[in-house]
Structure formats: C-alpha cells, structure tokens
C-alpha cells in the first residue's frame, strides 16, 4: 500500500509569493492532519479534515488556509509569505479522525524555504 | 486545552545500555498517548500507543512504553539501545473527545553511541 505522499518535496519561494501544498493519503484513510515542523518549536498543528470538513484549526493566522476533496487529498495555501513560514510541512492520515484509535501515518514533508 | 513536556533536548546512552526518554503529559479526561520517531529528512514513523488496559505498551523495533496515571507520564523505553536507534523521538497526546488534534511535544533527540 501506497504511504502519504506529499509534493512538492522542496520550494524555494520570495516574501509576498504564496504556495499551495498537496497531499494524498493513504488509500481508505479519510482523515488528513497538517503540522509545521521548525527546529525551535517541534510540530505545530495548522489543521485537520475528516470527510471534507475542517474539524480543528491550529494557533495560525488566516494566511494559512486548507481543504480536503471527495477523493481525501489535500492542499495547504499560504498566502503573503514571511521568512518566518520556512519549516517542514507535515501530513498525515488516519483512518479515524486523527489520534482517536488509529494513529497518524506521516509523508516525509515538504520544506519550504522563504527567502 | 491539552499539553506535552518532553523534558530532555537531548539524551546520550552508549549502544547496549538501557535507555529512557522522559514526557509527561495534561489532558482532560482520559489520555490517548503516542510515540513517534524521526530519522533525518523523513516523516514521523509510529512507535506505539496507549489507548486503555494495560500500562505497560509495547511497540516497534522493541520500543515500550509505560504509563503512570498518577504521575501524568509515558516514558519511553528500551532495554538494550542500538545505534540504529539514533533519531529523534516525539510523545503526543490528545483527549479521548475526539474533537481536539494530536499535540506532540518538542521532541528528544537521542543519540547511541557505540
């Protein structure tokens, strides 16, 4: 079975550009979770969808924004990028709204860098 | 709302030695705990859970875990560490609600030293 599959592996983007990151999950898996990941402050939780609806929002502002689709993929856009928003972007599925019985299977992210 | 203590940054053990990375946990109500593990450049790999039963999980590569309600802790363990096992390691917690996410903590990054 196919794992998380998160592209673009790797971005370079200018302050003010915005970005739109995928994810598949895992075949079957209706649950998607987005996390940040900075070396200062661990994993940050941005969002999580079940079945196309966002059922929790992390401490972010509203530059950041997701969605799910029919087919459980997912997409994170941030818009007016800042050098602060450089960080490994993490996704993950469940099968079950996230941590609730089944755990979350991780892509291996994507790093944005802001310059 | 709910919250993770990874207390160590850092942990060294030499290879065959036990080893333990500390994390303490708040919730409300009823706990459901997570390890994870990081090797460089990748995802997050799942270690083990507790969800109820027995305090004492066991989990991949002969991780276990043991939680102690009174001390809000689940200390990962293993009894003879392997450099392999170098990586860094993340505990996580949500409410059994199902209506908040995962929190993990900041992560230990534990280092085998042969």
């Known amino acids: 079975k196919a794992g998380v599959t998160q592209t673009p592996r790797y971005l370079i983007k200018t302050r003010g550009q915005q970005v739109t990151l995928s994810c598949s999950p895992i075949s079957g898996h209706r649950s998607v979770s987005w996390y940040q990941q900075t070396p200062g402050q661990g994993l940050q939780f941005l969002f999580e969808?079940?079945?196309?609806?966002?059922?929790n929002k992390g401490n972010f502002p509203g530059r950041f924004s997701g969605r799910q689709f029919s087919n459980s993929r997912s997409e994170m856009n941030v818009s007016t990028l800042e050098l602060g928003d450089s960080a490994l972007y993490l996704c993950a599925s469940s099968l079950a709204v996230s941590g609730v019985g089944s755990p979350l299977h991780f892509g291996n992210g994507t790093r944005l860098t802001v310059t | 709302a709910q919250s993770v203590a990874q207390p160590e940054d850092q942990v060294n053990v030499a290879e065959g030695n036990p080893l333990t990375v500390k994390c303490t946990y708040s919730?409300?109500?009823?706990?459901?705990l997570f390890w994870y593990v990081q090797y460089p450049n990748r995802g997050l790999q799942f270690l083990l859970k507790?969800?109820?039963?027995?305090?004492l999980v066991k989990g991949s590569y002969g991780f276990e875990a043991e939680f102690n309600k009174s001390q809000t802790s689940f200390h990962l363990k293993k009894p003879s560490a392997l450099v392999s096992d170098s990586a860094l390691y993340f505990c996580?917690?949500?409410?059994?609600?199902?209506?908040?996410?995962?929190?993990f903590g900041k992560g230990t990054r534990l280092s085998v030293i042969a």
């Open positions: 919730v409300s109500g009823n706990p459901y």
């Open positions: 507790y969800i109820t039963g027995d305090n």
């Open positions: 996580a917690v949500r409410d059994g609600s199902g209506n908040t996410p995962l929190v």
């Open positions: 969808y079940f079945s196309e609806t966002q059922r």
